[in-house]
């Protein structure tokens, strides 16, 4: 019997194969909707979500802003229904305001190695999914929460944990897409996160990049040239100073333009692979949130737009 690849061997293998790999996959995509310079522009709430305005009121100020879709945090929407909201009810909200779901952001614990941690994890991103698709959502992020402090994660196991969740994710109509998160100590470059969908071997199987997490752990951006518009369908966009790797921090994100970000060559390298998704503008910046939400949404989307125009 052969021995299982080493993480050295595996890395070894290289992500080109992720665009071959998932070809055959099924893709889901939000709905034809008004794109600006070639992009599908959506808001992560959590842009906005200092100022503590809740759900119903991010949707509104999306729709006023001029985004096709939101990406809400999977604690919005329970906080929602713990406080006697009907998601039917919010779900029909969001298609008047003329959007989508994109996503859902989650932390549930599905790659740690702790078997009932694990267990738990599992269950924790069931109950995530089911909150998400009553809404409408189709896809949630999975980062590595639970693991981030972990340098020795075996990814061969990652990937059969991912196909676990990817299962699923099939019985509630969610994919869930491995997250890059730079400053994790595991899934913390594109190639890593490729890898463990990659060995997952599940025909829905992405990979969910983010501007910042890119910079952070340390990812070309040219490495997004191996990968196809199944592999990425979704995509949080921001911007970052001239800060060192080592320092710099989810806090220190600006809005698209206002960095030192190669968005010009993120926007010209997404349309050479046909990129049809989402791009989510997700901010954490809190001289944003001591701002007016409705002109912080509107000026990250009026600078991407900027940019998108002239890529």
């Known amino acids: 019997m052969k021995q299982p690849l080493t993480r050295r061997e595996m890395l070894g293998v290289g992500v080109v194969a992720l665009g071959a790999a998932m070809e055959t996959g099924v893709t889901t995509r939000v709905a034809a909707a008004p794109k600006a310079g070639g992009f599908r522009f959506c808001l992560n709430t959590s842009t906005i979500i200092g100022q503590k305005l809740g759900l119903v009121e991010e949707i509104e100020i999306a729709a006023k802003a001029g985004y096709v879709a939101i990406e809400p945090w999977i604690d919005e929407i329970r906080k929602y229904g713990e406080g006697g909201g009907s998601l039917k009810d919010l779900h029909k909200r969001i298609a008047d305001h003329g959007l989508e779901v994109a996503s859902g952001i989650g932390f549930a614990e599905w790659i740690v190695d702790d078997p009932e941690r694990r267990k738990k994890g599992l269950e924790a991103a069931k109950r995530d999914m089911d909150l998400l698709q009553q809404i409408g959502g189709k896809r949630l992020a999975a980062p590595p929460a639970g693991a981030t402090e972990q340098r020795d994660l075996n990814l061969t196991a990652a990937a059969e944990r991912y196909h676990a969740l990817c299962e699923i994710g099939d019985s509630l109509g969610v994919v869930p897409m491995v997250e890059v998160w730079g400053f994790s100590k ?20 992405c990979v969910l990049p983010d501007v910042y997490h890119l910079y952070k752990g340390g990812s070309p951006l040219a490495g997004l040239k191996l990968l196809t518009k199944t592999a990425v369908n979704h995509f949080h966009l921001n911007d970052y100073p001239g800060l060192p790797q080592a320092t710099i921090t989810d806090a220190d994100r600006v809005y698209p333009g206002d960095g030192i970000a190669p968005l010009t060559e993120l926007f010209k390298l997404l349309r050479e692979m046909g990129y049809e998704g989402s791009l989510s503008v997700e901010l954490f910046n809190k001289e944003y949130w001591k701002q007016d939400a409705l002109t912080v949404a509107k000026t990250a989307l009026e600078k991407a737009k900027a940019i998108a125009h002239r890529s």
Not at 186 to 205: D, N, Y
């Open 186 to 205: 595991s899934v913390t470059r594109l190639g890593e996160a490729a890898l463990v969908a990659i060995q997952s071997g599940h025909p829905k199987a």
